[in-house]
C-alpha cells in the first residue's frame, strides 16, 4: 500500500492537474468510481495506472473486476495519498491515470456524420465537459474544440463529463475556419447558435433541422466574433419565454443538440 503523500510517485499524479505536466506526459487525471468505470469498460488500453483505497474498492467491486480483466492492477493507497493526488476536495476513493487521446478531425468526418458540435474559444471547463456529454447523450458523432477553447483533460472538464469523454470522439483544432471548410465539404450545414439568430422554433417547423448538422457554440461571455459569425450558413437563437436574462452555454447548446436528434430521428 502507497502510504506516503509526499512520495515522488504521488507527487507525479498530483501533477496532472497542471497543464504544463499533462502536456509533458502525454497523461491526464480521472477522477471517481463512475469515470474510472467508463474507461475500464469502453477504452481499457488507456489506463496507465489505478489507484484506490480498500474502502473505495470494497464499495465499487465492479471496478476491480473490470480492472482483473484488462489485466491492470488496482495499487491501494491511504485517504491521506489520494487526497494528496486528487484534484476535487472530497475524492470519492478511485483515481486513474490515463493516456491522451483525441481524434482527428478526418475520422469524425470519415463516415458521413449527421450531427456534431463545434467549440470555439469555450473557456469553462464545466461547459466543455458537459457539452460534451450532452453531445454524447444525444447521438452526436464527435466534438471539436477549436481556437483557445479550455484543455480537454483539464480535470473539471473530464469530471463534467461524467465518462462520456470515453464514448464519443473529440478532435482538438486550432483553426475554426479550416474546420468549417471540412465540415461543410462534408456535405453539413453549420448554424451558429447565437442571441442576433433566428428562432430555434422556426428552424424546427421549417425542417431545417433534420439535415446534417455541426452546431457552432462560442465564447461564454463573448459569443462568436463577427468574422466567425459570418462563416455559418445561419444563426439560430434559443428563445428565452420567461424572465430570464440569459440562457447558460451548456444549457443553450444541450436544447440545440437534442432539437437536432429530435429532427434527425422523427
Known sequence: M??????????????LAKRDHRLQT??????????VTEALTYRPELLVELFA???????????????????????????DVLDSMADTVTPQGIIAVCKQFPT????????????????????????????????????????????????????K???ATTGSLFHLPVALMPDLESVLDRVTAAGMQ??????????LLGARTSGLLAAPTAWLFGNEARG?????????????????YGHA??????????????????????
Open 157 to 159: 472538464v473530464v469530471r
Open 104 to 155: 482527428s478531425l478526418k475520422d469524425i468526418l470519415a463516415d458521413g456524420p449527421k450531427l456534431i458540435a463545434i467549440l470555439e474559444e469555450v473557456r469553462d471547463p464545466g461547459n466543455v465537459g458537459t457539452i460534451i456529454r450532452a453531445a454524447d447523450a444525444a447521438g452526436a458523432d464527435g466534438v471539436i474544440l477549436t481556437g483557445r477553447s479550455v484543455d480537454l483533460y483539464n480535470p
Open 53 to 79: 483505497t480498500p474502502t473505495a474498492l470494497d464499495k465499487y467491486p465492479a471496478i476491480a473486476s473490470l480492472a482483473r480483466d484488462t489485466d491492470l492492477e488496482v495499487e491501494f493507497v491511504t485517504e
Open 190 to 199: 453549420v448554424l451558429a447558435a447565437d442571441i442576433k439568430g433566428d428562432d
Open 245 to 266: 436574462e440569459s440562457m447558460n452555454l451548456a444549457t443553450a447548446a444541450s436544447v440545440c443538440l437534442y432539437e437536432s436528434a429530435f429532427a434527425q430521428r422523427s
Open 224 to 240: 462568436l466574433s463577427d468574422e466567425h459569425f459570418a462563416l455559418a450558413d445561419r444563426a439560430i437563437t434559443v428563445p428565452i
Open 26 to 35: 502525454g497523461f491526464f487525471l480521472l477522477e471517481g468510481p463512475q469515470a
Open 2 to 15: 502507497i502510504d506516503n503523500p509526499r512520495s515522488p510517485r504521488v507527487r507525479g499524479v498530483a501533477k
